[in-house]
């Protein structure tokens, strides 16, 4: 029998709950939840969870295969005096953002003796796949410097699996499709099917490296930083799906919340980010929201809103202001602060970070 969860209703834009209800009404869907950051979305609403028998959809995870968040506590005080420019400009020198990439390939361990990937995939990965890790990204993808309540220095990053992802994503959609063109629509591969496989095996390798990519920027800024002490790491996903009691659950924009589960929401550029642990709440198959979600498209962002209001509200955070940001100033989304108090029933809140630097692509 169907069930569905929507958190959060009056938050949530009239077509993100239309592209729910519609993915609800597919055959092989068996249970799903809308998250309070939920918004329009490609095919799934940004903000959703899924649970699927027999068959896994590469549209209901993403392009950004292992798109996520990654957190790091520092054992320093607001009394430690982090030049805040210097830092922010050796981050933009020792890490490539927006297609950027590096220009020699990096160390990131065994990851192939681990997972193995279809030949395509592993052809890709050894081509350019080591210059692609460590890498940023451009969007919404951000590297935050902030403190906690208890003046903690955090690292915050958001980003996925860049190209590799993308390009993986891409292929197994176009299998899907039923004229093997990307298409937005419910198409999913029968998961006994070789596709069907080939696309969890391949899903599987990109989402280790997305964890190699956050990790690696990590150490990055560890060491700009001077190697501080290190006293919380999280890395997690928000695009993914994994099997959990014979049902492939798919989160698109959502975070992994099983009980106990450290995870990190952000909110804005000005708000910052929200640790948590997950309260396993099964009605929103173990997830909560991912972050604040749009209120403003990226074209409409940057038509409608002010350039100086974007530049007043972040008075005292050290970021690109401008034109080419505008459409990712806070203005352009939810009130992180009641899509949090929202989500109560799913997620506990450990600590608040705010930001003091943004980096983004």
Known sequence: MKTHTVYGKENIEDGALDQFYEALDQPHTVKAALMPDAHLGYTLPIGCAIATEGYIFPSYVGYDIGCGMSAMKFDCSGKTRIPLEATYDRIKQRIPVGFKYNDRDQNIGPLLEEISPTDELKSRFLDNGLRQVGTLGGGNHFIELGYDEDDYLWVVIHSGSRGLGHKTAGRYMRMASPDGKCREGHYGLDTTSKEGMDYIKDMNFCLEFAYEN????????????????????????????????????????????????????????????????????????????????????????????????????????????????????????????????????????????????????
């Open 214 to 361: 956050r990790f690696l920027m990590m150490k990055k800024i560890r060491s700009i930083l001077g190697d501080p002490d290190v006293l919380t790491t999280i890395n997690r996903h928000h695009n993914h799906a994994e099997l959990v009691d014979g049902l492939w659950v798919h989160r698109k924009g959502a975070t992994h919340a099983d009980e106990g589960l450290m995870g990190v929401i952000p909110g804005n550029m000005r708000d910052g980010s929200f640790v948590v642990r997950g309260k396993g709440n099964s009605d929103s198959l173990s997830s909560s929201s991912h972050g604040a979600g749009r209120v403003l498209g990226r074209k409409k962002a940057k038509k409608t809103l002010d350039i100086k209001e974007f530049s007043d509200t972040m008075d005292g955070i050290v970021a690109n202001v401008s034109e080419d940001t505008l459409d990712e100033s806070p203005m352009a989304y939810k009130d992180i602060f009641e899509v949090m108090e929202l989500q109560k029933d799913l997620v506990d809140v450990v600590t608040h970070i705010k930001p003091i630097l943004n980096v983004k692509g």
